[in-house]
């Protein structure tokens, strides 16, 4: 009985960490995503183009470039 009280603390505490971690990931993540968003709308996007197609436009001439 000792025992599985233990067992079900130790999932409860394991179930928080692991909730914590993935709201942490998440947020880092999307923090990420906004900055690149940015730099690429500031610095590296085509007139008349948006993020999404820059970022399409810059990821096939990476893929470009290790081709090489």
Same mark, same amino acid.
């Given at each position: 009985?000792?025992?599985?009280?233990? $067992?079900?603390?130790?999932? !409860? *505490?394991?179930?928080?960490? #692991?909730?914590?971690?993935?709201?942490? /990931?998440? @947020?880092? $993540?999307?923090?990420?995503? !906004? *900055?690149?968003?940015?730099? #690429?709308?500031?610095?590296?996007?085509? /007139?008349? @183009?948006? $993020?999404?197609?820059?970022?399409?436009?810059?990821?096939?001439?990476?893929?470009?470039?290790?081709?090489?």
């Amino acid at each position: 009985m000792v025992k599985s009280k233990l $067992v079900k603390v130790n999932e !409860k *505490i394991a179930e928080r960490v #692991v909730d914590g971690y993935k709201k942490i /990931e998440e @947020e880092v $993540v999307g923090g990420f995503n !906004k *900055i690149t968003d940015k730099f #690429v709308g500031c610095f590296l996007i085509n /007139e008349g @183009e948006s $993020v999404e197609e820059a970022k399409i436009r810059l990821a096939a001439e990476q893929k470009k470039r290790e081709e090489r």
